[in-house]
C-alpha cells in the first residue's frame, strides 16, 4: 500500500512558545541539521548576512518578531517533514491557534533562563487538550539558565505532565559545551562557530573516556556526574506511549543560535514523534487512509511573492491523496472546484506540487471563495470543524487619507480581511463609511496599516475607538428587536462582516451589567451558530 507507506514518512509539527524564547531560531537550525539550507540565517541579520527563512515578511526582519507563522516542506533521513513556525506575540495568537489544528505534535520552545512563561501556557493548554504530543527544548543554555532539575520540576507542577529528559546540560551559561544523551549514554561536546551558520563541530564518546573528561572542569564533571545518576536512580524510562497521549513531554536542552544540541532533538522528534493521526468529525473518526481526498484551510495569506500579488489557501491534507487538478467538492458553497494550482510551501518559496498525501500542508492559489476553516473533500459525508474563533479585544478606526488612493485602500483591506486576523464592523444607524476593524490585539492593526502602505501603496490613519469588548446577540434577533434594546452608556450596536447584529462595550462590567439586565438579549463573546465569512 502505498498512501499507507507515504503517511508513516510524514511529521507534521509546529513550533510554538512565549515571544522570544527562540522559535524562529531553532527552526533556522532545523533546516540547517535538516540540509534544507546550506547557511543558517539569523533573525536579526546584518548586511551581508542571511535573513531568517521563515520570518520572510519585511515587517518581521525590520522589526525581528515573527507575524504570521510559515510553513517549510523539507526531506530529511527518510521523512516528508511539514514544519511550522508560528509567532509567540498574543496579538498573533489566532494564527498560532489555527496551525495547531493542523499538526500532529510540537516542539514547545522554553527560554532555560525564564522557564515557563505565560503564553506558553496558553498554548500548551490548547495542545493539551487536542491531545498533541509536545516535545521540549529547553533553549539558551548558553546563557545561565535555571537550574535544570528545577526546570524539569517546573513543567511537571506547572504544566502538570510528566517530564522525561532525554539529554541533559553539561555545563551551564558561558560554560555550556554540550549535552549528555541519556538514551544512548554519549556526551555531545560542542564548539561555537561565528553566527552558528555552519553546524557545531562535535565530539561524542562516554563521560569517562579520557579526552572528554578532559575538556570538562572538575566542578562540572562532579554536577553531571550526580545529577545523572539521580536521573538514573529515579528509574524512569522513555514511555513512548505516554509522549504520543500527550502524557509526558521528552525534554531536550541545547542553545539554538550556537546549534548545541539541535541535531538530538530534531532526530529524537522524528523518531518518537507520530504520523497522522485519525481526524474527528462530528464524533466520527476519519482515518488517513480513508479512500476519499480531504483536508480543510487553516490559513490564507495575500501577496506572499511581491512578483505574483495573489493569494494562497492553506490546506492540511487529511485522508486520501492530493492529485493536481483533481476536481474536489467545497462544501460551504456546494460547488465543485479544480484543483490546479496547488504547491509546496518553503517559507516564502513555492513550488508547483504534484500529488500530496495525509500530514502534508499544501499552499492553493487563486480560489477567491475559499475562506479558513473550509473543507476541500471528494467524500460528501466529510466536512471538518477545526478553526477555532477568537474574540476581537481591540478596535480602531482605519482611515484613507489620501482620497486618490480610494480604491488601492479598499483592495488591500478587502484581500487582508480576507486572512481573517481583522474583521470588520459596521455600526448600526451610522452613515460614516470609515471602517471600524476589531482583532485579538493591537498590534494586528498596524500590521495591516504597514501591508496595506507596502503591498498596495495605501497609506492610513488609525484612530482609536472607545470600545473593549464585543459581543453576538442572540442568532433569533430581528431589526424590530434591534430597535428596542436597551443599550448601556457608551455602547453600540453594528453588524459583524456576516450582517449579524453585535453590541460593542466600552468595558468587561458595562457587557456584564447588560448581559444580568437583559436575560432574553444575553450575548455571547463568539458568533455562535451563525456564519460570518
Ligand atoms: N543567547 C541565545 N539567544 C538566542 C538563542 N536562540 C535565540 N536567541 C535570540 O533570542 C531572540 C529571539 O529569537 P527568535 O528566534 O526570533 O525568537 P522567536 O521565539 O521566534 O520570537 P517570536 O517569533 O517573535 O515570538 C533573538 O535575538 C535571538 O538571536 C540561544 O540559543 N541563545
Ligand atoms: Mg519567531
Known amino acids: 500500500m502505498q498512501i499507507a507507506k507515504e503517511i508513516q514518512k510524514r511529521r507534521t509539527f509546529a513550533i510554538i512558545s512565549h515571544p522570544d524564547a527562540g ?12 540540509g534544507a539550507v546550506q547557511l543558517a540565517g539569523s533573525v536579526t541579520a546584518r548586511k551581508h548576512q542571511r535573513a531568517t527563512t521563515s520570518d520572510w515578511m519585511e515587517l518581521e526582519r525590520k522589526r525581528g518578531i515573527s507575524i504570521s507563522s510559515t510553513v517549510l516542506q523539507f526531506d530529511y533521513d527518510g521523512y516528508r517533514i511539514n514544519l511550522l513556525d508560528t509567532p509567540g506575540h498574543k496579538d498573533f495568537s489566532e494564527d498560532t491557534y489555527r496551525v495547531l489544528t493542523a499538526v500532529d505534535a510540537v516542539v514547545m520552545v522554553i527560554d532555560a533562563g525564564k522557564g515557563i512563561e505565560a503564553q506558553t501556557l496558553k498554548l500548551f493548554e490548547v495542545c493539551r487538550q487536542r491531545g498533541v504530543p509536545i516535545f521540549t527544548f529547553m533553549n539558551k543554555c548558553d546563557r545561565p539558565t535555571r537550574e535544570p532539575l528545577a526546570l524539569l520540576d517546573e513543567l511537571e507542577r506547572v504544566l502538570g505532565i510528566g517530564a522525561f529528559p532525554v539529554n541533559w546540560p553539561i555545563g551551564n551559561g558561558s560554560e555550556f559545551q554540550g549535552v549528555y544523551d541519556r538514551l544512548t549514554r554519549q556526551v555531545w561536546l560542542f564548539e561555537r562557530t561565528a553566527g552558528g551558520q555552519f553546524r557545531a563541530p562535535v565530539s561524542i564518546g562516554s563521560l569517562n573516556d579520557p579526552v572528554i573528561r578532559g575538556r570538562l572542569s572538575g566542578g562540572t564533571f562532579a554536577k553531571v556526574s550526580e545529577e545523572l545518576a539521580m536521573l538514573d536512580s529515579a528509574g524512569e524510562i522513555f514511555d513512548d506511549a505516554a509522549v504520543l497521549a500527550g502524557k509526558t513531554t521528552p525534554v531536550f536542552f541545547g542553545s539554538g543560535i550556537n546549534n548545541f544540541g539541535v541535531q538530538l532533538l530534531l532526530d529524537g522528534f522524528l523518531k518518537h514523534s507520530p504520523p497522522p493521526k485519525p481526524r474527528l468529525m462530528a464524533g466520527a473518526q476519519i482515518s488517513p487512509e480513508h479512500a476519499g481526498f480531504s483536508g480543510f484551510i487553516f490559513k490564507i495569506q495575500a501577496n506572499m511573492d511581491p512578483k505574483h500579488r495573489d493569494r494562497i489557501a492553506f490546506v492540511r491534507v487529511c485522508s486520501g491523496k492530493f492529485e493536481r487538478d483533481m476536481t474536489v467538492i467545497h462544501p460551504r458553497t456546494e460547488k465543485k472546484v479544480r484543483l490546479s494550482s496547488s504547491h509546496k510551501l518553503f517559507g516564502n518559496e513555492r513550488e508547483v506540487v504534484n500529488e500530496a498525501y495525509p500530514g502534508d500542508i499544501i499552499g492553493l492559489v487563486g480560489h477567491y471563495d475559499f475562506g479558513i476553516g473550509d473543507t476541500l473533500t471528494t467524500d460528501r459525508n466529510i466536512s471538518y470543524k477545526e478553526i477555532p474563533r477568537f474574540t476581537p479585544e481591540a478596535f480602531a478606526y482605519l482611515h484613507n487619507p489620501n482620497t486618490a488612493k480610494f480604491k488601492q485602500f479598499r483592495t488591500g483591506l478587502d ?64 431589526e424590530p428587536d434591534l430597535d428596542v434594546l436597551s443599550l448601556p452608556t457608551g455602547a453600540r450596536l453594528a453588524y459583524d462582516m456576516g450582517q449579524n447584529p453585535v453590541i460593542l462595550f466600552a468595558n468587561e462590567w458595562s457587557a456584564n451589567y447588560f448581559s444580568q439586565t437583559n436575560p432574553k438579549a444575553a450575548p455571547s463573546s463568539l458568533p455562535i451558530g451563525r456564519l460570518t465569512n
Open 415 to 478: 484581500q487582508l480581511l480576507q486572512e481573517g486576523v481583522i474583521q470588520v464592523l459596521q455600526l448600526r444607524d451610522s452613515t460614516a463609511k470609515v471602517p471600524l476593524l476589531a482583532a485579538v490585539g493591537p498590534l494586528q492593526f498596524e500590521v495591516v496599516q504597514y501591508r496595506l502602505e507596502s503591498e498596495y501603496g495605501a497609506p492610513s490613519r488609525l484612530e482609536a475607538a472607545p470600545w473593549t469588548v464585543v459581543r453576538w446577540l442572540p442568532a433569533q434577533f430581528t
Open 23 to 34: 522559535k524562529t531560531t531553532l527552526t533556522e537550525k532545523l533546516l540547517l541539521y535538516g
